[in-house]
């Protein structure tokens, strides 16, 4: 079975993202839709004392109907300083602080135009602490014109996938009939979220994956397994 997941490039995404390459032999990315500001692409939610806060890249103004691929990061250097502060504020306290930030701030400083290239370094070094190995290649690079859940199937005929692995969030717009009319099967992603030890009060779910290994570091990767079924 070769299973494709296919996902838009998000921000410091959280461990459901991750828990779905565990399950997949590849991975494309999603990087040639529109880019949505009330998405996820830009920004996610960390653990304050207070309760979670957002962590958001700041973007140049750009044409509404922007690619994820083309959106810049703003020339002004004042953001940097502040998301890398608040990422202080925020963990730096947390067992794993000295060892992480200075590879994030390293990713934030590294002069990156454009958000995805900072997304990528930042997935980068997720997959790295969670110990996953998976080939990555970007929906772009495939030059598919089909548009919607055609363009999904063929994104995964070309890496001769016979499983697709989604999230639930897709069952609204997903033509799963289309799917197995051409002999690919669509699976379901199922994600229970995991409790870890975390900083500033009760357990917060559904953060961005930098809470995680803020908190536990490489023992993030045996807690993202522990999400998969038997």
């Known amino acids: ?44 939610r960390i653990k304050g004392r207070n309760g979670p806060v957002w962590l958001t890249l700041a973007l140049r103004k750009g044409e509404y109907h922007q690619r994820i691929n083309e959106v810049e990061l ?45 997304n990528c370094a930042l997935l980068d070094l997720a997959l790295e602490y969670f110990d996953i190995a998976i080939p990555i290649t970007r929906a772009s690079d495939y030059k598919i014109d089909a548009t919607s859940s ?37 699976r379901w992603q199922d994600f229970s979220h995991p409790v870890y030890p975390q900083l500033h009060g009760d357990f917060e779910p559904m953060l961005s994956c930098l809470d995680v290994l803020f908190n536990c570091g490489h023992d993030a990767a045996g807690i993202l397994r522990s999400t998969l079924n038997d």
């Not at 959280?14 to 996820?40: N, P, T």
Request: aromatic share 12%; proline share 4%.
């Open 150 to 186: 055609a363009r999904l199937l063929e994104l995964v005929q070309a890496k001769q996938g016979d499983t697709y692995l989604t999230g639930t969030g897709s069952r609204d717009y997903l033509d799963e009939e289309m799917f197995r009319s051409a002999g690919v099967r669509v």
């Open 1 to 44: 079975m070769t299973t494709i997941c296919i996902h838009q490039p998000d921000f410091a995404p959280y461990l459901g993202f991750f828990q779905r390459l565990l399950m997949s032999q590849h991975f494309i990315l999603l990087d040639d839709v529109q880019f949505i500001r009330r998405g996820w692409q830009h920004r996610d």
């Open 74 to 118: 703003s020339d002004d250097p004042k953001w940097i300083e502040d998301n890398l502060n608040l990422l202080r504020e925020c963990y730096g306290k947390a067992p794993c602080f000295a060892m992480l930030f200075p590879q994030v701030e390293k990713i934030y400083r590294a002069g990156h135009r454009l958000m995805i290239d900072l």
